[in-house]
């Protein structure tokens, strides 16, 4: 039903910008979120971001006032712009559709991840 495509990862410097897209049919709707997910090798995946259909948006503590998702008027994507980038937010980020938006901790909605996208932020 879905299948996402991520990109816009790269090699950034402490205190830079990336945008992340992430695009597919069938993206926000009434019976899920769209998530943007982070992996650290060693570590479990965690929620970074969401996005509904009416655009109410919730964030990790780790990236709130230096991150934003946002989606085109298609919904066809989902963007996330990550500003004031730190060390610490390299990670390979994936986008899905998310249950739980508002938890604190959205999980995949259909448990398949995509390939991707890697964002390496060096001091």
């Known amino acids: 039903q879905v299948q996402l495509v991520e990109s816009g990862g790269g090699s950034v410097e402490t205190g830079g910008s990336l945008t992340l897209s992430c695009t597919g049919p069938g993206l926000t709707s009434s019976h899920y979120c769209m998530g943007w997910f982070r992996q650290v090798p060693g570590k479990e995946r965690e929620g970074v971001a969401v996005?509904?259909?009416?655009?109410?948006?919730s964030y990790a503590d780790s990236v709130r006032g230096r991150f934003t998702i946002s989606q085109d008027n298609a919904k066809t994507t989902v963007y996330l712009q990550m500003n004031s980038l730190k060390p610490e937010d390299t990670a390979m980020y994936y986008c899905?559709?998310?249950?739980?938006?508002?938890?604190?901790?959205?999980?995949?909605?259909?448990?398949?991840w995509g390939q991707g996208t890697l964002v390496t932020v060096s001091s």
């Open positions: 996005i509904d259909s009416a655009d109410r948006t």
């Open positions: 899905a559709p998310a249950y739980d938006c508002y938890t604190g901790s959205p999980h995949n909605a259909f448990g398949v």
